[in-house]
C-alpha cells in the first residue's frame, strides 16, 4: 500500500488544527464562566465589574459569554481589583500547583 505522505500531513495537521479552535473555544467559554464567578466571589454585578475594571457593559457580557477573553492588561486591572487571575486563565485556585513530574 502506497500513503501519499504529503496528503496524509495536510490531513493530520487539518484534524490539529479543528481540534485546537474547539479547544480554543471551549477555554474562552470556560474563562468567561469563571470571571462570572469571580464576580459574584467579589460581590459584583457585571455592571459593576465593568464599571470598575474600566471597561463597557458590552465587552464584560462578551467576556462572560466567551465572544472575546481578556487581554494582559484587563488581567492586570482585574488583578488589582481582586479577581483570582490564575484561576481566571487556568482554573487553578492561587495557591494550588501542578506537577507534571
Request: proline residues 1%.
Amino acid at each position: 500500500m502506497n500513503i501519499d505522505k504529503a496528503a496524509f500531513a495536510k490531513a493530520v495537521s487539518a484534524q490539529q488544527k479543528e481540534r485546537r479552535a474547539i479547544e480554543d473555544e471551549e477555554a474562552k467559554k470556560a474563562i468567561g464562566q469563571r470571571l462570572s464567578s469571580e464576580a459574584a466571589r467579589l460581590d459584583l454585578s457585571g455592571t459593576a465589574a465593568a464599571v470598575r475594571a474600566g471597561c463597557s457593559r458590552r465587552t464584560w457580557l462578551h467576556y462572560e459569554s466567551g465572544a472575546t477573553t481578556p487581554d494582559a492588561a484587563m488581567l492586570r486591572r482585574l488583578d488589582a481589583l481582586g479577581f483570582d487571575v490564575l484561576y481566571l486563565v487556568t482554573g487553578r485556585r492561587g495557591g494550588e500547583r501542578k506537577h507534571n513530574i
